[in-house]
């Protein structure tokens, strides 16, 4: 079974660009989750998608950062535009479905470093 | 506040000796609670969960946790510490979504 894909693996822009990182999840998984992880500290939800709808983004910093599921399978998070303070890794992950939450398979992330 | 915290940052011992990686929860109730490790360069991977079935959890690669309600712990152990162990634990806790403390480094000496 194939996992969580990503791309790109790393990333350096400097401050005031934009950005975009692509996830593919497990095929079948209806929950996308995107994860935003600060070097020292562990993951942080951003945004969670069921399907192609917005379930929880009450973290995510959306006068510069937004995400999209159009059509249900992969997705794309970018920001714009981006400040020092957004390098870390940004990790997607997916699950069966929303009350699987628990049941979450990781991708391996995009490092993302502002300079 | 319902969250889990991780007493110690970083953790060294010595490949054969004994590991153990410590959290703590905070919740009004039990709630489900895993172990998570993330070697450099790759995505995070499931050890093992609790889901209030037995208390003492086995994992993967010789992991095992114990759930004490009366300490509100989740603490990870390993008998025998090997070179391949070395990387950072996540101990997550989910409540209405999943909450990871803040990550232990685990270093290997040969």
């Known amino acids: 079974e194939a996992g969580v894909a990503q791309s790109p693996r790393y990333k350096i822009i400097e401050k005031r660009q934009s950005v975009a990182f692509w996830c593919n999840p497990i095929s079948g998984h209806a929950t996308l989750y995107w994860y935003q992880q600060i070097l020292g500290q562990g993951p942080k939800l951003l945004i969670q998608?069921?399907?192609?709808?917005?379930?929880?983004d009450s973290q995510l910093p959306k006068d510069r950062f937004s995400a999209e599921r159009l059509k249900g399978v992969d997705s794309t998070l970018k920001i714009q535009p981006a400040k020092l303070e957004d390098s870390a890794v940004y990790l997607c992950?997916?699950?069966?479905?929303?009350?699987?939450?628990?049941?979450?398979?990781f991708g391996p992330g995009t490092r993302l470093t502002v300079t | 506040a319902q969250s889990v915290t991780q007493l110690d940052s970083h953790v060294s011992v010595s490949e054969g000796t004994p590991v153990l990686l410590r959290c703590n929860y905070s919740?009004?109730?039990?709630?489900?609670l895993f172990w998570y490790v993330q070697h450099p360069n790759k995505g995070l991977q499931l050890l093992l969960k609790?889901?209030?079935?037995?208390?003492l959890v086995k994992g993967i690669n010789g992991f095992e946790a114990e759930f004490k309600k009366s300490e509100t712990s989740f603490h990870l152990t390993k008998p025998s510490a090997h070179m391949s162990d070395a990387a950072e634990y996540f101990c997550v806790g989910a409540f209405n979504d999943m909450r990871f403390g803040a990550g232990t480094r685990l270093t290997v000496k040969p």
């Open positions: 609790y889901t209030s079935a037995a208390t």
């Open positions: 919740s009004s109730y039990s709630p489900s």
């Open positions: 998608f069921q399907n192609n709808g917005v379930v929880d």
């Open positions: 992950a997916s699950s069966v479905d929303r009350g699987a939450f628990y049941e979450q398979y």
